[in-house]
């Protein structure tokens, strides 16, 4: 059989970021796909080596821009598992505050981004518009509308103004109905309904062979969530509940992140009257960090996300590794993807909400049997060197 | 004189349906971007889009049939104003024999043009956008003609001018059942014609980025456009002469013609794209049949 390679970027429309997909397609049927990574490889676990603790922070929250308090958040409980401390009950409180409207945020611009892969464009455009009034919450709270540099070891580094928080339960009023809005026409519409039931279907088994997390496995109907199974944050001090569907297509997947908002909403709206009575301080001093090592978790907008870091007593992270949850979900399309059409293809790979930027990992070319380094950097130019000038001269360009 | 009047009459067609065509391409992105909460462009945009896209570059790919790259858009061009030429000499000239059925004919040219562009790209991208204009044009031709065919049934011919002529003293088409089933058919039809949402796979950008437009750049790309353009208004002109009653009145003609404009740019935002198969089901299915029942509406006279 004659395959044909349906290259999906690096440079695609699909993608906010670099990434390849190699499709291997039988007509539009792809038969194979082809993940290639390290268009954005940053060394971030490296450079945090280099990063005195408290500057991490800083540092894994440019990791994504888009879940950008779920690192610090997962790095602060990390170090605080480390510190084996408990953080002041008002900074609770403003954690889940403040790693919720980014969950609504995220899932609002996954659901814009979801309409816009399927050439619904109204859909994207309202859905950003409603993600607006979030992000005007977050400046006004933070001072930014991304990277809000809440986080901090021992606790949050800006407490919220008691005076704002009518301001804030009176925006997120507003958008509940509109919100209710989207969620129904979303879920309603026939057209929609058609395009994403029964695609890209993972079953329960493939979630747990592949070990992925978040809104994905939540619409498979595996039932798992960081914020209820390893409670930290103010998380197992509010009530709400995990949203589960059962098919595992990609229009569960959009139910269960929209359903989500609605919680979302639930959790800030108790907090917020909680912070009104909790008082004290927001963050316990940190001195030193003791040699030892610790783990944090929490779950991102596409899943959890996991910390490690290990301390030798001076003011360095010795060793930080992340685990992102894309990391584990974007494997999952060998076995979704497989057998569908482009079209159906596309708005799988979205409807990961993939993460690349959180993904991207340096490659590493060994020889199976002597386990010996094939291609250092210096090779790798002469290698890109050597194709161009293979290409110029197919062309017919002279070299300058 | 004959060939000179033909002659003056394509020259016309082209520039009328050419600056109604940019018009209504700026309204379609006016009103789309009223409703997404945008602002939109002014009404010059789409002018200065073409000109800057004359002046651009012309890049023809390495491994692409030149000839024919080049061609294509050419051909289009002169296929929609034939067809536009076509619609005129219809209301306002003597008409020509049997000019319903080059009109669908030359219809049918500006997808080939679309097929051709991307199969002569050489780009893996643009031959999957051109396979799926080419199921594209199977899937809507059908319940299209036979929509086509309400009209003709009601006034006994296959002229436009006769067609439209019998609807001043019968009442317009779309008043009767049968006329207004098949003017919905025929207008959905239209938008895969047109390759809009909901049937713009050949171009779906987030699939196959511009599909079989991928590799067009400056004035081939240009005319491409200006094609889309034209097409746009000669279809609606096409529309309001066959199922509405024409322009006989210059306000309500125009109001008609707003009026299709309009519904097509809302059928376009409230809809997401559909998969190949699925709009070759729709139409052979759902489309094909209220076809069917609209000629049968119309057979029995209402």
């Known amino acids: ?118 050439g619904y464009n109204t859909v994207f455009m309202w859905a950003w518009k409603y993600r607006e009034p979030i992000l005007d919450i977050m400046e006004m709270i933070t001072g930014n509308r991304n990277h809000y540099a809440m986080m901090k070891i021992g606790g949050v580094r800006r407490d919220i103004d008691n005076g704002d928080i009518d301001i804030i339960k009176k925006i997120l009023g507003e958008l509940k109905p509109k919100l209710e809005m989207l969620t129904g026409s979303v879920i309603d519409d026939p057209v929609l309904a058609a395009r994403l039931k029964g695609v890209g279907v993972l079953t329960a088994q493939d979630i747990k062979d592949y070990g992925a997390v978040g809104p994905i496995a939540r619409a ?143 490659i590493t070319v060994y020889d199976a049997n002597t386990r010996k380094k094939l291609f250092n950097g210096r090779d790798l130019i002469t290698l890109s060197q050597e194709k161009t000038k293979k290409l110029k001269k197919r062309l017919g360009i002279k070299d300058e | 004189m004959e060939i000179l009047r033909y002659f003056s009459l394509i020259i016309a067609s082209f520039f009328i349906f050419s600056l109604v065509g940019i018009m209504s391409g700026w309204l379609d992105r006016k009103i789309t971007a009223r409703l997404q909460w945008r602002v939109g462009p002014p009404w010059w945009q789409n002018f200065a889009d073409f ?34 030429a076509l619609l005129l000499s219809s209301i306002f000239f003597n008409p020509v024999k049997w000019d319903l059925f080059i009109f669908i004919y030359l219809l049918l040219i500006p997808s080939v043009v679309i097929f051709l562009a991307g199969s002569s790209s050489g780009n893996v991208l643009a031959s999957v956008g051109a396979g799926r204009e080419l199921r594209l044009l199977l899937s809507y031709e059908l319940p299209f003609i036979i929509a086509l065919l309400v009209p003709v049934i009601k006034s006994g011919s296959v002229q436009i001018y006769k067609i439209a002529d019998y609807q001043i003293t019968n009442g317009v088409n ?78 309500t003609g125009i109001l008609k013609y707003l009026a299709v404009l309009i519904l097509i740019i809302l059928i376009k935002n409230t809809n997401p794209r559909l998969r190949t198969d699925q709009i070759l089901k729709f139409s052979w299915g759902w489309l094909t049949m209220f076809g069917m029942l609209a000629v049968l509406f119309a057979l029995l006279g209402y």
């Open chain 1, 1 to 118: 059989m004659k395959k044909v390679v349906v290259p999906l970027g690096p440079y695609h429309p699909l993608f906010e970021e670099p990434e390849y997909f190699e499709l291997y397609c039988d007509g539009e049927t792809v038969v194979d796909i082809e993940w290639k990574a390290g268009y954005n490889h940053r060394g971030i676990e490296k450079l945090s080596e280099s990063k005195h603790w408290d500057q991490v922070t800083f540092l894994v929250e440019r990791i994504c821009g888009i879940c950008s308090t779920s690192h610090p958040i997962a790095y602060c409980n990390a170090v605080e598992d480390l510190l084996k401390i408990d953080i002041p009950e008002r900074a609770k409180y403003i954690r889940s505050i403040i790693g919720e409207l980014e969950r609504l945020h995220s899932h609002l611009l996954w659901v814009g981004l979801a309409g816009h892969f399927l």
């Open chain 1, 220 to 362: 498979s109907g595996v039932d798992i969530d960081v914020r209820r199974d390893s409670p930290h944050a103010a998380y197992d001090l509010v009530e709400w509940k995990v949203i589960t569907c059962q098919d595992g297509d990609v229009f569960s997947k959009a139910v269960v992140r929209l359903l989500e908002c609605f919680e979302s909403i639930k959790i800030i709206e108790q907090c917020l009257e909680r912070l009104k009575k909790v008082k004290g301080e927001i963050a316990i001093e940190i001195r030193e960090i003791p040699p030892g090592e610790g783990i944090g978790h929490y779950e991102a907008p596409r899943g959890e996300c996991f910390h490690y870091v290990r301390s030798d007593g001076s003011s360095r992270p010795v060793r930080h590794k992340i685990r992102a949850p894309s990391y584990v979900n974007i494997p999952t399309f060998k076995t979704s993807c497989v057998g569908e059409t482009i079209a159906d293809v596309t708005i799988i790979l979205a409807g990961v909400d993939p993460c690349y930027c959180c993904t991207e990992r340096a």
């Open chain 2, 51 to 84: 000109v800057k896209l004359v002046g651009k570059e012309t890049v023809i790919p390495y491994e692409a049939n030149q000839a024919m790259f080049l061609l294509s858009p050419i051909i289009g061009i002169i296929a929609v104003t034939v067809t536009g």
């Open chain 2, 174 to 251: 779309i008043g009767y059942i049968s006329g207004f089933i098949a003017f919905v058919v025929a207008l959905l039809a239209f938008q895969g014609k047109l390759g809009y949402v909901p049937f713009d796979v050949s171009e779906a950008e987030t699939e196959i980025a511009a599909g079989t437009f991928i590799e067009y750049s400056g004035f081939p790309l240009a005319l491409l456009k200006l094609m889309k353009w034209i097409l746009l208004s000669v279809g609606i002109s096409f529309f309001v002469i066959y199922f509405m009653g024409g322009f006989r009145n210059p306000l």
